[in-house]
């Protein structure tokens, strides 16, 4: 490493809606547990966009100044004393929460519904956005062959999409439809197939999503064309979805899972919107007997995901649409946020 490799940049979020580049502590080894990583890529989340545009993360504001990101990778620079699953130079991407691993939800193997968390990027923690992070070495995945740690900063929203079908109980021959065609509709769509489903439907207003949805395998119906219950309806001739997964968080959206879920199906709910309280027709609900679950985060998935993606069970091509530089990161957020239709997953390189 030269002097300029071992300076550590970071990505500030000192305002609303505003970013500073600049010189950030070096993280240093303290848990003999500990990797340092120097990160290459580090994705936009849809929770980052609005931490950017109104500085606040659910119910918490951001503490500016704030470095945030939480889907990162990058490649291992040093170890501590006690790491034996991971060697300097491996390329790794980094499961950004990491559980107290005593509390019930725990150790009952829950451990994404611990609420001691501490999550990388999640305000008051310090996040990815900067060339170097300490991270446990347990929670850094290695990326097999050639896998890219471009590749890498995909696996937690595709870590999300994974977990969406397997809550779903999305099994093979399976009509699966995914409402919503954004970053984890899409990892939702490529787990569901890998899972086995056979006839998957999408829908989604934005003609460049549902082009990457009928690339990754799926049949799509486009809002601003059709009515999305009359065509669920006629492809899957009248039977409706054995799962139905909600991943817009528009509250229509999750209104109209009821009438493309079969009767006996699930739904499964991971789009979470601005509306803390929606309308849902419980008639219908309550007729069909249907089963609604949902989905926060991940659980023992990232594993899974890079063993998929490595069989090539995994269709992701086109999910990552952007990349830029990390001194354009104010400009890249801008962009991400106001060309939604085309922009994807978004992505920083460092
Ligand atoms: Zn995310
Ligand atoms: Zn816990």
Redesign the pocket.
């Known amino acids: 490493m030269t002097d300029i490799d071992n300076l550590n940049i970071g990505a500030y979020l000192v305002d609303k809606q505003k970013y500073e580049v600049r010189e950030a502590p070096m993280p240093v080894i303290k848990n003999p547990d500990d990797v340092l990583i120097r990160i290459d890529y580090v994705g936009i989340c849809g929770a980052d966009q609005d931490m950017f545009l109104t500085g606040r993360f659910g119910i918490f504001d951001v503490d500016f100044p704030k470095i945030i990101g939480h889907e990162a990778a990058g490649t291992v620079v040093a170890i501590g004393p006690a790491v034996k699953n991971i060697k300097v130079g491996d390329k790794v991407a980094l499961e950004p929460g990491v559980?107290?691993?005593?509390?019930?939800?725990?150790?009952t193997g829950h451990?994404n519904?611990?609420?001691?968390?501490v999550f990388k990027g999640a305000p008051p923690v310090t996040g990815c956005n900067q060339r170097f992070v300490v991270h446990p070495a347990a929670w850094c995945f290695p990326l097999p062959g050639d896998m890219t740690t471009r590749l890498g900063s995909l696996m937690e929203p595709l870590a999300v999409g994974m977990h969406a079908a397997n809550q779903g109980g999305v099994r093979l021959g399976d009509t699966v439809v995914i409402n919503g065609a954004g970053t984890i509709g899409l990892c939702a769509l490529a787990a569901c197939r890998a899972k086995g489903a056979t006839s998957l439907i999408v829908i989604d207003k934005s003609p460049v999503r549902l082009m990457k949805a009928e690339a990754i395998g799926a049949a799509t119906i486009n809002l601003n064309e059709s009515d999305p219950i009359k065509k669920v309806a006629e492809i899957t001739k009248g039977r409706g979805a054995d799962v139905v997964i909600e991943a817009s968080g528009n509250a229509i959206g999750f209104l109209n899972t009821a009438y493309y879920v079969r009767t006996g199906g699930c739904i499964c709910c991971v789009g979470l919107g601005p509306k803390p309280i929606i309308e849902v027709d419980y008639q219908t609900l309550i007729y069909k007997e249907v089963t609604i679950k949902t989905v926060n985060r991940y659980c023992h998935d990232f594993p899974l995901c890079i063993s998929a993606l490595e069989a090539d069970l995994l269709n992701t091509e086109g999910i990552i649409t952007h990349e830029f530089p990390l001194e354009k990161i104010q400009e890249a957020y801008e962009f991400a946020i106001n060309n939604k239709d085309i922009a994807i997953k978004t992505i920083i390189s460092f």
């Open positions: 559980p107290c691993g005593k509390c019930e939800q725990c150790i451990y519904l611990c609420a001691e968390v």
